[in-house]
């Protein structure tokens, strides 16, 4: 990829990651970017750069604009190594250039990388004149690291918005109209449930913020720029923030000997029949990221785990696990499962539900070695009265 210019003397110089296929857990099925952008004025600013390891296609395109020795800034709107990894490549062709960070910034920078380094810290308010363009810092703090930041210029009507509103997503265009929009929004879907979703809170005061700003373009640090649809991705986050659910119910679940696996069909069956919309996904072929992305905007979810050696199974522990640390908020929570000679995992299911954030609904239910027909009947009747409620939560 060249770099792309996206505004008058604005340019894309980052680097498209075709390959990548695992971020940090995160499984990136249609790869990401790293987007660095530059600004050519009476003083040049770069805005982020690369991973560890391109910082050689960086400069490259830093090159294909403008001499990389010019550099006279470099903002670094969060300290995270896919966009930090490189500054020191461009520091030794710009020895000069002040690096601008957070205080956070600077002090997570000074901790991952060795050397003098010539900080400039900002914070919201201040700004920076190139010439032409001015460069407005708001601080984003835990959005998603303490040290994020805005950088946004007014004249051009332009937020560079750092990790919100991205998405990991390889492609050759560089534009939101460049692309295919459903695949764009699942994407950054996709995006905010598996990073973002747990800062709900404080991405709807971030959003608040974002209001007394005119914004014409969004240039997020990975994936499509935002222009003509940006109106649509801040309606998705503002939905997203609120946790705002469909009447969607989640029956996720692993099975040893089909007996988890039965109570899961009944219940999930009694809820679609009592007019839910259902999606049963078995947790040996589902990875974690898909899952937590349903989660997103769904009403309820309802985990059954057999117990192995007195504690869930380890697909289910990895599952709940994951969504503890993402805080889902406003959903009801469901816990079922079989056990052998002793149990003990849908108790603990049903506390990690809890611990996600989210609220037990109805008793959970257990039944030794195969589910009788008591224990079907108490699925059906928690399908349907969950499905009854959630319809009811979200009108």
Same mark, same amino acid.
């Given at each position: 990829?060249?770099?792309?210019?996206?505004?008058?003397?604005?340019?894309?110089?980052?680097?498209?990651?075709?390959?990548?296929?695992?971020?940090?857990?995160?499984?990136?099925?249609?790869?990401?970017?790293?987007?660095?952008?530059?600004?050519?004025?009476?003083?040049?600013?770069?805005?982020?750069?690369?991973?560890?390891?391109?910082?050689?296609?960086?400069?490259?395109?830093?090159?294909?604009?403008?001499?990389?020795?010019?550099?006279?800034?470099?903002?670094?709107?969060?300290?995270?190594?896919?966009?930090?990894?490189?500054?020191?490549?461009?520091?030794?062709?710009?020895?000069?250039?002040?690096?601008?960070?957070?205080?956070?910034?600077?002090?997570?920078?000074?901790?991952?990388?060795?050397?003098?380094?010539?900080?400039?810290?900002?914070?919201?308010?201040?700004?920076?004149?190139?010439?032409?363009?001015?460069?407005?810092?708001?601080?984003?703090?835990?959005?998603?690291?303490?040290?994020?930041?805005?950088?946004?210029?007014?004249?051009?009507?332009?937020?560079?918005?750092?990790?919100?509103?991205?998405?990991?997503?390889?492609?050759?265009?560089?534009?939101?109209?460049?692309?295919?929009?459903?695949?764009?929004?699942?994407?950054?879907?996709?995006?905010?449930?598996?990073?973002?979703?747990?800062?709900?809170?404080?991405?709807?005061?971030?959003?608040?913020?974002?209001?007394?700003?005119?914004?014409?373009?969004?240039?997020?640090?990975?994936?499509?720029?935002?222009?003509?649809?940006?109106?649509?991705?801040?309606?998705?986050?503002?939905?997203?923030?609120?946790?705002?659910?469909?009447?969607?119910?989640? /029956?996720?679940?692993?099975?040893?000997?089909?007996? =988890?696996?039965?109570?899961?069909? +009944? &219940?999930?069956? %009694? $809820?679609? !029949?009592?007019?839910?919309?259902?999606? /049963?996904?078995?947790?040996?072929?589902?990875?974690? =990221?898909?899952?937590?992305?349903? +989660? &997103?905007?769904? %009403? $309820?979810? !309802?985990?059954?785990?057999?117990?192995?050696?007195?504690?869930?199974?380890?697909?289910?522990?990895?599952?709940?696990?994951?969504?503890?640390?993402?805080?889902?908020?406003?959903?009801?929570?469901?816990?079922?499962?079989?056990?052998?000679?002793?149990?003990?995992?849908?108790?603990?299911?049903?506390?990690?539900?809890?611990?996600?954030?989210?609220?037990?609904?109805?008793?959970?239910?257990?039944?030794?070695?195969?589910?009788?027909?008591?224990?079907?009947?108490?699925?059906?009747?928690?399908?349907?009265?969950?499905?009854?409620?959630?319809?009811?939560?979200?009108?």
């Amino acid at each position: 990829m060249n770099h792309i210019e996206i505004a008058p003397n604005i340019y894309w110089v980052g680097y498209v990651d075709w390959d990548v296929r695992n971020f940090h857990g995160y499984r990136t099925q249609r790869g990401t970017s790293y987007n660095a952008y530059l600004i050519v004025d009476e003083k040049v600013a770069l805005i982020d750069a690369v991973k560890p390891g391109k910082g050689r296609s960086l400069l490259e395109h830093i090159a294909e604009v403008i001499d990389p020795k010019k550099i006279a800034y470099i903002i670094s709107n969060h300290t995270e190594p896919d966009h930090s990894g490189e500054i020191q490549k461009v520091l030794d062709q710009a020895p000069q250039a002040v690096v601008v960070a957070s205080e956070k910034g600077k002090i997570g920078l000074q901790k991952y990388y060795p050397g003098n380094w010539n900080f400039q810290v900002v914070k919201t308010g201040d700004s920076i004149h190139l010439g032409k363009h001015l460069l407005q810092f708001i601080n984003t703090p835990m959005l998603h690291w303490p040290d994020s930041m805005f950088t946004y210029l007014p004249a051009q009507k332009l937020l560079f918005s750092m990790d919100a509103f991205g998405q990991h997503y390889a492609t050759s265009g560089r534009f939101d109209t460049q692309v295919d929009m459903d695949v764009l929004m699942a994407e950054a879907k996709t995006y905010y449930a598996n990073i973002i979703m747990h800062l709900g809170s404080i991405v709807s005061k971030t959003l608040k913020q974002a209001q007394s700003l005119e914004i014409e373009t969004i240039c997020p640090s990975h994936g499509v720029i935002w222009t003509e649809h940006r109106s649509r991705i801040l309606s998705a986050y503002q939905g997203w923030a609120e946790f705002r659910a469909r009447p969607k119910i989640l /029956v996720i679940y692993d099975s040893m000997w089909h007996s =988890t696996e039965q109570m899961a069909d +009944v &219940l999930a069956d %009694a $809820a679609c !029949a009592a007019g839910a919309e259902v999606k /049963v996904l078995k947790l040996d072929v589902n990875d974690l =990221t898909s899952l937590v992305t349903e +989660v &997103l905007d769904a %009403a $309820a979810v !309802a985990v059954g785990s057999p117990t192995l050696n007195s504690n869930m199974m380890p697909t289910v522990a990895a599952f709940l696990t994951y969504l503890k640390g993402l805080k889902s908020k406003g959903k009801l929570g469901v816990a079922f499962g079989s056990y052998g000679w002793s149990g003990g995992a849908v108790e603990q299911a049903a506390e990690c539900l809890q611990q996600a954030g989210l609220e037990m609904f109805g008793e959970t239910i257990s039944c030794q070695y195969r589910p009788d027909e008591e224990t079907l009947r108490k699925c059906r009747l928690l399908g349907t009265q969950l499905a009854e409620q959630v319809i009811k939560k979200t009108k």
